[in-house]
């Protein structure tokens, strides 16, 4: 058994699934758990303080409400722990919007068991630190650009060396890394980017990603992100290659940071 105990809200309107939710937990071998029952969405709020969970796991139907009011609540708290959506159906409807509300996962009832849902706590907890290493990693680059910004205003006359420098560092980054306009159009990419596509650098500036790369689920996500300003985080997300079908289904772990500019608004984005 792991060293660990998982702290789990279970936001259930109904008695019995709660009953039946702590018996499936309870039949889980790998791992130990502390969980904490609110029947409704103002007592779930309550417990987010009081409890601080690792993972949620919310009800769609809880009365008067639905278990996105109460994610979209939590998150408006501050609260960043993952939820997970139990449903009795799903539809790409439900599951856009859910995504748009903070839900990390989805568990069909009918189809509840201790394997599914232990394996959705743990695949949604492991994708949450991914996705915090990602957040310190961006904002140990961000504090990296502003060193080097202030490097260039103390040291002006020697600007040709720095960003002799600057470039060095972004070709051999051994991260794929390309920066966007808002119209997704490529400004410019380093070499691993153009390397994973089998291209020279000097072919994707000027040419837009979804062009090259049609996907109508991502695209949405990349608007969201301009329109937003949020950033988005993408774990083992699946996608396939329009023009190479042989490459088959491939996953990736990516993330899109929106660029602000002086007045705050967003000028680029950066795809990592």
């Not at 500036?205 to 300003?229: M, Q």
């Amino acid at each position: 058994m792991e060293d660990i105990v998982w702290k789990i809200l279970l936001v259930e309107d109904s008695e019995d699934d709660y009953i039946l939710t702590r018996s499936l937990l309870s039949s889980m071998k790998a791992v130990r758990f502390e969980l904490r029952w609110a029947p409704d969405v103002s007592q779930g709020l309550d417990e987010l303080e009081a409890f601080r969970p690792d993972v949620m796991l919310v009800d769609y139907m809880l009365g008067a409400h639905t278990g996105l009011d109460f994610v979209r609540a939590a998150r408006e708290t501050g609260c960043r722990a993952p939820a997970i959506l139990l449903t009795g159906h799903s539809s790409y409807d439900l599951d856009l919007e859910a995504m748009r509300a903070g839900v990390a996962e989805f568990l069909e009832k009918d189809v509840l068991s201790a394997r599914n849902l232990e394996r959705a706590i743990r695949y949604t907890l492991e994708r949450q630190q991914y996705e915090e290493r990602l957040r310190r990693a961006n904002s140990d680059l961000a504090r990296a650009m502003e060193d080097l910004e202030t490097r260039v205003e103390e040291r002006t006359r020697e600007l040709a060396e720095v960003n002799k420098l600057f470039e060095q560092a972004f070709s051999s980054l051994h991260l794929m890394i390309a920066y966007l306009d808002t119209q997704f159009n490529f400004v410019r990419v380093n070499r691993n980017y153009a390397a994973a596509d089998g291209q020279a650098e000097e072919y994707f500036p000027g040419k837009n990603h979804f062009d090259l790369f049609p996907n109508a689920e991502n695209e949405a996500i990349f608007r969201r992100v301009v329109e937003t300003g949020e950033p988005y985080y993408a774990f083992a997300r699946a996608f396939e290659y329009t023009s190479h079908p042989e490459r088959g289904v491939t996953y990736w772990d990516w993330s899109l940071v929106p660029v602000a500019g002086p007045e705050g608004d967003v000028i680029g984005l950066v795809l990592t």
